[in-house]
């Protein structure tokens, strides 16, 4: 008898079964696949950001090196090695989790889980054959899958998900991809970098709509300065594989028809949640309208003693989010009074320059109607971004117009992945913009561009613009 068993090994997962074997219970973890991390490690975060960084390379070493006084002749692209290192990277890391499991005396299953009953854990291996167990608590960590759009074929070969897109044995010629969304814009990146002309037909009338208006306006002026073509507002209405080319035709909001002709097509118009097989019923577990696991505020779900976390529930599809949430269940089995403050968990897509924001969006404080106050500061008046040319970008930061609180960060620039944790550390800590304003931020770097948007923010007195 275990007292907690999680199915799914992904950063929600693997992160919930240490914490639950730290508290000193004994835990078992169900995976299908023969290596662990889920989704994240093997087939999204860790090798999309190999990619992007390798592509990124190459890039810099095409359109900035001479600039640099660096002379290398033309640089060529060695697809193969530069997948064979991200398997490798990927290699690491999941080998890394299974040292962890061992470290933590957490019991491993290989094999598909599912429930008997609310306390019987069934787990069918790849073979067939299947073993039982009993549990007192399950954490259902399952993740998610891409959303398949119902009148399109994937063949897996053209018509392809994120999955096959980070495992391609060319650089695509003309990449279509549809849906502008994070995954659609990092791998669109990773591809135009190499040199494919990439076209992203997406439903609404922007980029990264969850995110501040003014990252999104940037990001498109940049990744159209990269070369990428957008169109906005258009639905796509068929795709076809015609030999070694797809078809993709799709409708604008006027009604005019677009045909686009491809070597490759990537969907990427969203995850839902994985629950398939599962056996749900079999312990009276309930789904809400869109599939997800339903969860009460402890994340239990309709069954006492059975909780869910990360994509399968509500609320952003994020790796830290669900770590964080893998965290709140086993304290909360354990007794103690975990806290997560929702609204401070961090976005960032990994494009160049990168995009992070935390926090209220302008649009949400207009719409709440709350006075704020607004303080930017651009990346081109920046010394330390001058010095590697990253000048695309602005910092960015909201702040309630009575109390100088920060409402919300939002950075579209070199390295604002890393730099968003001085917002979310700030807004845990409910500092105003005036705090940020007097602290001292090393000189050149990147982070004086958020002192000077809180300097910019209070007073109108940013030094450096
Ligand atoms: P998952 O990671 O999906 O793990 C679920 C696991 O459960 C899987 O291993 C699955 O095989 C297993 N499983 C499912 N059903 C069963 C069953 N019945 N029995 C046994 N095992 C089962 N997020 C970020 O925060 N940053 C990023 O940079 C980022 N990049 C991404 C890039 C791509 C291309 C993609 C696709 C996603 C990216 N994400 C990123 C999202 C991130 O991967 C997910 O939010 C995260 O993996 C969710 O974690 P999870 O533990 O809920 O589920
Ligand atoms: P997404 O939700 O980010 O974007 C999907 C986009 O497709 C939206 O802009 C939507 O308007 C558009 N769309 C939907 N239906 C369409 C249609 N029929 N035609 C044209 N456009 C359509 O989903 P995506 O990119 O698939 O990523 C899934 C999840 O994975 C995200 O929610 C994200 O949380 C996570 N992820 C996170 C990353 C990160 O944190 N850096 C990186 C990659 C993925």
Redesign the pocket.
């Known amino acids: 008898m275990y007292d907690v068993t999680v199915?799914?090994?992904?950063?929600?997962?693997?992160?919930a079964a240490i914490r639950c074997a730290q508290l000193g219970m004994k835990t078992a973890l169900?995976?299908?696949?023969n290596t662990?991390?889920?989704?994240?490690?093997?087939?999204?975060?860790?090798?999309?950001?190999a990619l992007l960084d390798s592509s990124e390379h190459f890039h810099q070493a095409k359109h900035q090196f001479a600039e640099h006084g660096i002379e290398i002749g033309e640089p060529k692209i060695n697809l193969e090695q530069m997948m064979s290192r991200k398997d490798g990277v990927v290699g690491q890391t999941t080998d890394g989790i299974n040292f962890l499991m061992k470290k933590n005396k957490v019991d491993v299953f290989h094999?598909?889980?599912?429930f008997v009953d609310k306390n019987t854990i069934k787990?069918t291996k790849e073979g067939g054959e299947t073993e039982e167990f009993k549990t007192e608590k399950t954490i259902i960590?399952?993740?998610?899958?891409?959303i398949m759009l119902p009148f399109i074929e994937f063949d897996k070969k053209r018509v392809i998900?994120?999955?096959e897109?980070?495992q391609l044995k060319e650089v695509p010629k003309h990449l279509v991809i549809i849906g502008g969304g994070?995954?659609g814009l990092?791998?669109g990146s990773v591809y135009a970098r190499l040199g494919a002309e990439v076209t992203v037909v997406e439903f609404l009338d922007g980029l990264i709509p969850m995110m501040d208006v003014t990252m999104g306006k940037e990001l498109q002026r940049v990744l159209k300065k990269e070369g990428f073509k957008f169109h906005f507002k258009t639905k796509v209405t068929s795709v076809k594989v015609e030999g070694e080319e797809v078809m993709i035709k799709a409708e604008d909001k006027k009604g005019k028809e677009l045909e686009i002709k491809a070597d490759y097509c990537l969907v990427?118009v969203g995850?839902r949640p994985?629950?398939?097989?599962?056996g749900l019923e079999n312990a009276g577990v309930k789904v809400d309208d869109r599939g997800r696991v339903d969860v009460n505020d402890h994340l239990q779900t309709s069954v006492e003693g059975i909780y869910a976390?990360?994509?399968?529930i509500k609320g952003?599809?994020?790796?830290?989010?669900?770590?964080e949430?893998?965290v709140f269940v086993a304290e909360t089995i354990a007794g103690q009074k975990p806290h997560i403050n929702y609204k401070l968990i961090p976005?960032?897509v990994?494009t160049w320059p990168e995009v992070a924001s935390v926090g209220y969006t302008e649009q949400e404080l207009k719409e709440e109607g709350r006075a704020f106050k607004t303080g930017s500061f651009p990346f081109r008046a920046s010394g330390r971004a001058r010095a590697s040319m990253d000048i695309d970008g602005v910092a960015k930061v909201l702040a309630d117009a009575e109390t100088d609180e920060i409402l919300g960060m939002h950075i579209i620039g070199p390295r604002a992945a890393d730099m968003i944790a001085e917002g979310v550390v700030a807004m845990e800590y409910r500092a105003s913009a005036e705090d940020i304003s007097r602290m001292s931020h090393a000189h050149p770097t990147y982070t004086e561009a958020i002192k000077e948007a809180c300097l910019a923010a209070t007073d109108d007195r940013a030094l450096h613009i």
């Not at 199915?7 to 992160?15: C, F, H, L, R, T």
């Open positions: 199915i799914g090994s992904g950063p929600g997962g693997y992160v169900v995976e299908k696949y662990l991390g889920g989704t994240c490690l093997n087939v999204g975060c860790i090798p999309s950001k094999g598909f889980g599912s787990v960590a399952t993740g998610s899958k891409p998900t994120s999955t897109a980070l994070v995954i990092e791998l990427a995850r994985y629950t398939d097989k599962l976390i990360g994509d399968v952003a599809m994020l790796a830290h989010k669900a770590e949430e893998g976005g960032v990994y």
